[in-house]
């Protein structure tokens, strides 16, 4: 299971773009890169995954640059209650486990 | 809705008393885990069925054990907990499908908070 690196914490405020990005030197070829999200007191909570590129849906994207040894998440126009923890993992479905690294806590500012 | 229920969400047991949680799931999903999350860190996985298939974490200490009598319940067992093992537990599920897909996401349930005095 590749490891990842990310920030430990960052702060923004409302209305901001956030980028969080997740460095991951020794992923593998057959590797996903999935982003989870944590409120306090809650289970983790799965945003966004992908392969290559770019990928988008209605809470996140998720760009991927052509080496994959990194990922950066991009949050459009947060607002208070994105304020959590942002956990990147890698990893393939060969693996039944995931491992979680530290995570980013994102604190937005009003 | 499917989802993953755990119960009770809070729990207060004595120092050295045997304590229960229970974690159930209407996904139908063939992997559950149990993972201990302490104050300000990562989910820490304790261990996971894959099916009846258990599996261990090398560093999950002997106190720390599990049942899956099927595929909807797991249980995890703390057979004599010590102040260290107060912490959030999370129980998550996951279905495993076979090829070079996409991994499968986990569904976490809200977790059960356990206090030990």
Same mark, same amino acid.
């Given at each position: 299971l590749a490891k990842t690196t990310q920030p430990i914490s960052m702060d923004s405020y409302e209305g901001q773009e956030v980028n969080i990005t997740c460095s991951h030197n020794n992923i593998a070829t057959n590797d996903y890169i999935t982003w989870y999200q944590? !409120?306090?007191?809650?289970?983790?909570? !799965?945003?966004?995954?992908?392969?290559?590129?770019?990928?988008?849906?209605e809470v996140a994207s998720l760009f991927i640059p052509a080496d994959r040894k990194s990922s950066t998440l991009s949050l459009p126009r947060v607002s208070l209650s994105d304020t959590a923890v942002y956990y990147c993992l890698v990893g393939d479905n060969r693996d039944d486990k995931i491992i979680f690294g530290k995570g980013t806590r994102l604190h937005i500012l009003p | 809705d499917a989802m993953v229920i755990q119960n009770p969400r809070y729990q207060v047991t004595q120092f050295g008393k045997p304590v229960t949680l229970s974690c159930s799931q209407t996904l139908n999903h063939n992997v559950m885990y149990w993972y201990q999350q302490k104050?300000?860190?990562?989910?820490?996985?304790?261990?996971?069925?894959?099916?009846?298939?258990?599996n261990n974490e090398a560093d999950t200490p002997d106190n720390f054990q599990s049942r899956r009598p099927n595929t909807s319940f797991c249980f995890l067992d703390i057979r004599s907990p010590g102040l260290g093992d107060a912490a959030m537990y999370l129980c998550a599920t996951s279905t495993i499908r076979t090829g070079y897909s996409s991994t499968d996401t986990q569904y976490f349930g809200p977790g059960t908070r356990l206090t030990v005095l």
């Open positions: 944590q !409120f306090p007191s809650q289970g983790p909570r !799965f945003i966004i995954q992908g392969y290559k590129t770019k990928v988008t849906n | 104050s300000s860190q990562a989910p820490k996985l304790l261990f996971h069925y894959y099916d009846k298939d258990f």
